[in-house]
């Protein structure tokens, strides 16, 4: 079964089969308005914890993704960034960004659940 988590920079992490799934929340998406460009990493980039693994363009501005664990990109959305408006759409179903093999599950105990996520956004 997947298991959601969260960051406080809005990137949500769902993990099935030590497989994570990375994309951006729907407060996020709110918050940057109409994205008109996304630049995904490559398959096969080692992430760690922080690092920018995305630019999301909007009408309003410019921001990065960064990798909410260390891991491998196993694959891309492409989806995405041939239609950013996708994101904003369906920022937590299929406007997803990027999928990574975790190298160190332990640091899933960091993120935040959904209530915790909650809290913080209002």
């Known amino acids: 079964m997947a298991v959601t988590y969260f960051t406080e920079d809005h990137e949500w992490v769902r993990v099935e089969n030590g497989v994570a799934t990375v994309g951006i929340t729907d407060h996020a998406q709110d918050q940057l308005g ?4 996304v630049q995904l990493p490559d398959v ?3 992430l760690s914890k922080g690092d920018a693994a995305v630019v999301v363009e909007s ?5 990065d993704v960064y990798a909410p664990v260390d891991g491998e990109v196993t694959e891309v959305n492409e989806a995405a960034a041939s239609d950013p408006a ?3 759409s369906s920022a937590t179903g299929d406007g997803w960004l990027w999928k990574m093999k975790l190298s160190d599950t332990n640091q899933l105990a960091g993120l935040l659940d959904e209530a915790a ?3 913080i956004v209002g």
Request: charged share 15%.
């Open 117 to 119: 996520y909650k809290a």
């Open 59 to 63: 009408v309003k501005a410019a921001s």
């Open 44 to 46: 096969g980039q080692s």
């Open 86 to 88: 996708l994101v904003n």
């Open 34 to 37: 109409d994205l008109v460009f």
